[in-house]
T-cell receptor
Framework: AQSVAQPEDQVNVAEGNPLTVKCTYSVSGNPYLFWYVQYPNRGLQFLLKYITGDNLVKGSYGFEAEFNKSQTSFHLKKPSALVSDSALYFCAVRTLSGGSYIPTFGRGTSLIVHP | NAGVMQNPRHLVRRRGQEARLRCSPMKGHSHVYWYRQLPEEGLKFMVYLQKENIIDESGMPKERFSAEFPKEGPSILRIQQVVRGDSAAYFC?????????????FGSGTRLTVV
């Protein structure tokens, strides 16, 4: 089965500390992976994607993600968290549905950065 | 470029009424995807459309829900005879094509409340 999982409903981190938001996937073939962020009452904003190339992908707002094929993971990271990073984060993977490729999202992880 | 426009932002309907949600994709985008977001459930895929065609509706309930993307005008998600369980945020995304390199741009969503 093709799927994506975000094992943590919520991640708490102090401002200035590094943060990690976890994501694992299960697809056949090469994975196409995305991270999106959603602020309250807003739509999803694209952060970064992995299609091919370097395993460490750099994205918007200082975020990066590490693709690990052996662990089927694509964890989102940031070296130093800001209070303004507090939001809902979604991992997505391309899946085959009805003969077409669509992005399938995880349940989301709420990131709370404490001052 | 105004991005993906969804309207209305908020919609209140009484049980049994019809809800009509509109999505205007980014200029030049001919692929539209609808998602529903419920608390604790993340984003659930509903339907994928191209101009005048439904490509994949595997995530859409068989009854009461329909979607269209006419040659001219926005994509419409229609919910007939709404029930309280239809209360959710509905997001649409658009893309330039099926190549994942194009990415997906999301609208700000329509928050439907059924009273």
């Amino acid at each position: 089965a093709q799927s994506v999982a975000q094992p943590e409903d919520q991640v708490n981190v102090a401002e200035g500390n590094p943060l990690t938001v976890k994501c694992t996937y299960s697809v056949s073939g090469n994975p196409y992976l995305f991270w999106y962020v959603q602020y309250p009452n807003r739509g999803l904003q694209f952060l970064l994607k992995y299609i091919t190339g370097d395993n460490l992908v750099k994205g918007s707002y200082g975020f990066e993600a590490e693709f690990n094929k052996s662990q089927t993971s694509f964890h989102l990271k940031k070296p130093s968290a800001l209070v303004s990073d507090s939001a809902l984060y979604f991992c997505a993977v391309r899946t085959l549905s009805g003969g077409s490729y669509i992005p399938t999202f995880g349940r989301g992880t709420s990131l709370i950065v404490h001052p | 470029n105004a991005g993906v426009m969804q309207n209305p932002r908020h919609l209140v309907r009484r049980r049994g009424q019809e809800a009509r949600l509109r999505c205007s994709p980014m200029k030049g985008h001919s692929h539209v995807y609808w998602y529903r977001q419920l608390p604790e459930e993340g984003l659930k895929f509903m339907v994928y459309l191209q101009k005048e065609n439904i490509i994949d509706e595997s995530g859409m309930p068989k009854e009461r829900f329909s979607a269209e993307f006419p040659k001219e005008g926005p994509s419409i998600l229609r919910i007939q005879q709404v029930v309280r369980g239809d209360s959710a945020a509905y997001f649409c995304a658009s893309s330039l094509g099926t190549d994942f390199n194009y990415g997906y741009t999301f609208g700000s969503g329509t928050r439907l409340t059924v009273v």
